[in-house]
């Protein structure tokens, strides 16, 4: 059975091709945006920590990938960067791994993010939401994602979870948004 994120990766990987255009809102160490680089034409790449950006831009030189673009600065603020349709997109709520887990996604921010890529997703397009809630603020989080996206209207969008069951200390677990229409 495949964890949540490598199902992440399949989910989106479906509709990813050489003219599509891929969004990573939560950059962290860069696995997210190295797996869309591959198989996107351009990838947006955002994180708030420079550490993260630095790790990325390494990992993306060390295997020559030129199709992104790394941005330091919150996913918030993705419509002032982003301007054509996405085809795929990511968010990994948390914290960046082996760094400062005083910084987290934030409620607020992150429901912005995420009507943003709602409203730039072309037809068929998808997103896929890791959520991590093992952390102070993560149960907000997740709440006002799951209220959020289980809202959207059922004619326009198909919105599934992918989530193990019987495992104990808050496992993290998926949220996968398709749309349907092209309105």
């Known amino acids: 059975m495949k964890r949540p994120l490598?199902?992440?990766?399949?989910f989106l990987r479906e509709v990813l091709d050489s003219q599509s255009v891929a969004l990573d809102a939560t950059m962290g160490n860069g696995n997210d945006t190295v797996f869309l680089a591959k198989s996107a034409k351009k990838v947006y790449a955002f994180d708030i920590q420079e550490q993260a950006v630095t790790r990325?831009?390494?990992?993306?030189?060390?295997?020559?990938m030129t199709n992104v673009q790394l941005i330091l600065d919150g996913h918030e603020n993705l419509d002032q960067y982003i301007y054509e349709p996405i085809k795929a997109a990511i968010f990994n709520l948390g914290y960046l791994p082996s760094a400062d887990k005083t910084i987290i996604t934030k409620p607020h921010t992150t429901l912005?993010?995420?009507?943003?890529?709602?409203?730039?997703?072309?037809?068929?397009?998808?997103?896929?939401?890791?959520?991590?809630?093992g952390h102070e603020g993560g149960q907000m989080e997740k709440d006002d994602v799951l209220d959020y996206v289980?809202?959207?209207?059922?004619k326009n969008y198909t919105v599934?979870?992918?989530?193990?069951?019987?495992?104990?200390?808050?496992?993290?677990?998926?949220?996968?948004v398709e749309k349907i229409t092209s309105n």
């Open 6 to 10: 490598e199902f992440s990766h399949d």
């Open 56 to 64: 990325t831009r390494e990992r993306l030189e060390e295997l020559g």
């Open 150 to 154: 289980s809202q959207l209207d059922q």
């Open 160 to 176: 599934m979870i992918y989530q193990a069951l019987n495992q104990v200390n808050t496992p993290p677990f998926l949220v996968m």
């Open 112 to 133: 912005l993010a995420i009507e943003k890529v709602i409203e730039r997703l072309e037809r068929g397009g998808r997103l896929a939401i890791m959520i991590y809630y």
